[in-house]
């Protein structure tokens, strides 16, 4: 795998990136270059220029995989509840206020993706002045840094709206920012990713790195057009004179028919094999078209992202998790281990190698169940969706755990008639049909529970407006 170097050089510009955040002070100190490092002659070099670009992609190690970003995505949407072990709960119900970044993560990611465009800014001025590295690469270049600028402005005006727009490096203190409006940022998103894609040839798609590619600009590009005509409307487009009048679902449909064509992805004739730990890697991943790579040495901190320039330090563990990579396999886990002491002989938690529950040896079979945290459980709204579909669509059993079997070898002391499902889930009323038919069938065979009613309900209610999990379950 080819890697990249990341260069944490503290230049003014970078750690100026988050402009609406600094105060004003009356005294500055006055700053003496002791090195006669400056940007001037660091970008001018093959290694300053390479470590440049490598920043520039280090800040997407604070979102991808991580579960602040989940939280900012889905938490408080129609798709997820929040559980009772998920450390960003004020998201979820909406009481999060300025005070709460700890546990919120908007000031960070503000300052994160501004940091993130200002290293893009730097590369997108200093590639095209280094005398060093061939014009080949230079193209290459900006068009990695024009699509990764496009990429945090786009998490950026979805998270936010208007927000400020920056295009050259910071040189200087600015205490005063003014957004600019949505239907903007988005134009220049657009006009980036055409930039992007000018620059970047089919040599640029190598799979083997994963570093930006054609390909990924056209795929964020469909992406993008999908989310500016939801947002603000189909023909929403007038800043940017390519796209001024222009149905963005149709322009949408059109690149992501070039990526299709481009043969660069495929899917899995089997959709669960997406997420088999033998695919996990982007070079074999066949459906992947761009990601964050992370090395799974978790002995050093080669995984970690850059440091905060605010404070010098880390970001919280909820967007850099020291050692760790990708962490949402933590996150969206099932919790088995709160049905009680009747399952007991038969479950219990896989912590360390080669344990043992009455002589057996569980971890292959209960280590992909659950580490026991309860970070979100499906909406019945997103749950209903998959079950519309259940009978037609593989996503709903590569997605939706609806049972839980036991390790081969266990036998259940409480229900004698166990062969290995323990614990089935259905998403029916305990009262209705087809809740009566389970439940007589899982009599002494497993332990079921329900959407709503009788004693093991998932949910208060079967009106996906109110309904909410009941405590047993969050």
């Known amino acids: 795998m080819k890697t990249m170097k990341f260069n944490y050089m503290k230049s003014a510009a970078m750690a100026l990136a988050f402009a609406c955040c600094v105060s004003s002070c009356s005294d500055f100190l006055e700053e003496e270059n002791k090195t006669g490092a400056t940007a001037e002659l660091e970008y001018a070099t093959v290694s300053g220029i390479d470590g440049l670009m490598g920043s520039a992609y280090s800040f997407l190690r604070l979102w991808a995989g991580k579960p602040a970003a989940l939280a900012m995505n889905g938490s408080g949407t129609d798709d997820l509840f ?41 590369a997108l001025k200093y590639v095209p002045l280094n005398t060093a590295i061939g014009e080949a690469k230079k193209q290459t270049y900006l068009g990695e840094a024009q699509f990764l600028r496009a990429f945090y402005y786009f998490l950026l005006v979805n998270t936010w709206g208007p ?65 500016a005509a939801s ?25 992501a028919q070039k990526v299709i064509d481009s043969n660069f992805a495929q899917f899995y004739d089997n959709t669960s094999d997406l997420w088999l730990m033998t695919n996990e890697d982007l070079k ?4 992947a078209i761009f990601g964050m790579h992370y090395t799974p040495n978790v002995t050093t901190f080669e995984n970690q992202g850059p440091i905060q320039y605010s404070t010098g330090k880390v970001y919280n563990k909820q967007m850099d998790r020291d050692k760790g990579g990708n962490a949402l396999h933590l996150v969206f886990v099932g919790l088995w281990n709160n049905s009680g002491s009747d399952l007991s002989d038969v479950f219990v938690r896989a912590t360390k190698p080669n344990q043992q529950l009455r002589a057996v040896v569980i971890n292959s079979y209960y280590s992909p169940y659950s580490r026991g945290f309860r970070n979100y459980l499906l909406t019945p ?41 323990a614990i089935y889930f259905i998403n029916a ?23 709503t009613g009788r004693d093991l309900p998932l949910y208060t209610s079967n009106d996906p407006a109110p309904a909410l999990p009941t405590t047993g379950i969050i």
């Open 381 to 421: 709204y997103s749950w209903n969706l998959f079950c519309k579909v259940k009978d037609t669509d593989q996503r709903y059993e590569a997605t939706i755990r609806d049972h839980y079997d036991i390790a081969p070898g266990l036998v259940s002391k409480n229900y004698p008639l166990m062969k290995d499902t």
């Open 163 to 227: 927000v400020p727009y920056n295009a050259t490096p910071f040189t200087e203190v600015y205490n005063t920012a003014v957004r600019m409006p949505e239907e903007f940022i988005y134009s220049k998103i657009l006009e980036d990713l055409d930039n992007s894609i000018a620059n970047l040839t089919v040599n640029d798609n190598d799979k083997e790195s994963m570093r930006v590619s054609s390909v990924a600009a056209h795929a964020l590009k469909a992406r993008v057009l999908l989310y």
């Open 284 to 287: 074999v991943n066949k459906e």
């Open 231 to 255: 947002w603000m409307g189909e023909n929403s487009i007038i800043t940017n004179d390519v796209y001024k009048g222009k149905n963005l679902y149709a322009l949408a449909q059109q690149e």
């Open 82 to 122: 929040y559980g009772i072990d998920c450390g960003m709960k004020p998201l979820g119900d909406y009481t999060f206020t300025a005070e709460q970044d700890g546990k919120t993560n908007f000031e960070s990611y503000w300052e994160a993706f501004y940091c993130g465009i200002d290293v893009c800014n730097l």
């Open 429 to 451: 009323d305990a009262n209705s049909p087809e809740g009566q038919v389970a439940i007589a069938r899982g009599k002494n065979r497993y332990r079921v529970y329900t959407r």
